[in-house]
């Protein structure tokens, strides 16, 4: 079974820190380029952060500074971690191997001023 199930989600105040998590049951993982996104209410999904199999990296210039990326190919898992939180950070965030099309459910996460 091919997918993506995120975790870690959850409400938090401003200023405080989540880890998201991404299990990865797709072949050819360590080869595969993953991201982050997000999706706030009446918004269109946007690039949060992405990892290439290189493990270079790249962050969208509101989170730059304040979330990390990272993966363990070994565990097959991808990570987001978000520090000093925002209200607008709040959003569905999904884990994807976009060039695969491949696309998680999504967690919640919201922020509290």
């Known amino acids: 079974q091919v997918n993506l199930v995120e975790s870690g989600g959850g409400l938090v105040q401003a200023g405080g820190s989540l880890r998201l998590s991404c299990t990865a049951s797709?072949?050819?993982?360590?080869?595969?380029?993953m991201g982050w996104y997000r999706q706030a209410p009446g918004s269109q999904r946007e690039l949060v952060a992405s990892i290439t199999a290189a493990s270079t990296t790249n962050y969208a210039d509101s989170v730059k500074g304040r979330f990390t990326i990272s993966r363990d190919n070994a565990k097959k898992m991808v990570y987001l971690q978000m520090n000093s939180l925002k209200p607008e950070d709040t959003a569905v965030y999904y884990c994807?191997?976009?060039?695969?099309?491949?696309w998680g459910q999504g967690t919640q996460v919201t922020v509290s001023s």
């Open positions: 994807a191997a976009v060039s695969r099309g491949i």
């Open positions: 797709i072949p050819m993982f360590s080869g595969s380029a």
